[in-house]
């Protein structure tokens, strides 16, 4: 079945490192989306990308969809203890019925 | 306001007891899922609810019974509960049946069955 695959599973850095978190699907995607969850809170939309080859930068947060639209990064420019969290890529159900398909997450941890 | 809301926040109950989780949304959206995330964070959708209507059902075993009396709830009931739904449950509504939309999710409800 169509699968988000995201990694690395964990990634621990010093304040002040960047960090990139990849994730590829099994499937051409009409669009993907970011979210973050922090320690013991919700899901949180961060970005959606639509278009191949599509860059979106949020402050420190950089967005990239890749050109064949099947892959998709984030990248954190000198991470700071507030991104601490769990950062989720998620693709829409190739099959509709308006269902995302989450990738398994990349736990991030900053050590001040 | 809350976007999403959902209640209890924790439930903690014993094994083969029936429990309801309620949700609801002030976001004026279509749809509406229960999705599961366990201990190692992988999120799955259960549910999804599109203007009171079951849109999606995946291999849920038939102890989680979801109600929709209207498209801002949907609730879930789970009958006989087992050592294995301990996880968190998070509601999440989104704007329209449709491909580019954001879900927007409430705060879950972490279920520990003892």
């Known amino acids: 079945g169509q699968q988000v695959m995201q990694i690395p599973q964990y990634q621990h850095v010093q304040e002040g490192e960047d960090f990139t978190t990849y994730c590829n699907s099994s499937?051409?995607?009409?669009?993907i989306q970011w979210y973050k969850q922090r320690p013991g809170g919700h899901p949180v939309f961060l970005i959606q990308?639509?278009?191949?080859?599509e860059v979106k930068k949020q402050k420190r947060l950089t967005f990239q969809f890749g050109e064949a639209k099947k892959n998709s990064s984030l990248h954190i420019t000198a991470t700071q203890t507030t991104d601490v969290g769990t950062y989720f890529c998620?693709?829409?159900?190739?099959?509709?019925?308006?269902?995302?398909?989450f990738g398994a997450g990349t736990r991030l941890a900053v050590h001040p | 306001d809350t976007a999403v809301s959902q209640t209890p926040k924790y439930l903690v109950t014993q094994m083969g007891n029936d429990k309801s989780i309620k949700c609801e949304q002030n976001?004026?959206?279509?749809?509406m899922y229960w999705y599961k995330q366990d201990s190692k964070k992988f999120l799955k959708i259960m549910f999804s609810?599109?203007?009171?209507?079951?849109?999606i059902n995946e291999t849920v075993p038939n102890r989680f019974s979801p109600k929709s009396p209207d498209k801002a709830h949907l609730n879930l009931h789970i009958n006989s509960l087992e050592l294995g739904d301990s996880a968190v449950y998070f509601c999440?509504?989104?704007?329209?049946?449709?491909?580019?939309?954001?879900?927007?999710f409430g705060q879950g409800t972490r279920l520990t069955v003892v």
């Open positions: 976001l004026g959206h279509d749809t």
């Open positions: 499937t051409t995607l009409s669009n």
């Open positions: 990308l639509v278009k191949s080859g």
């Open positions: 609810y599109n203007n009171k209507e079951l849109i």
């Open positions: 999440a509504s989104s704007r329209y049946q449709g491909l580019n939309t954001e879900a927007f």
């Open positions: 998620a693709g829409p159900f190739s099959g509709g019925y308006n269902k995302l398909i």
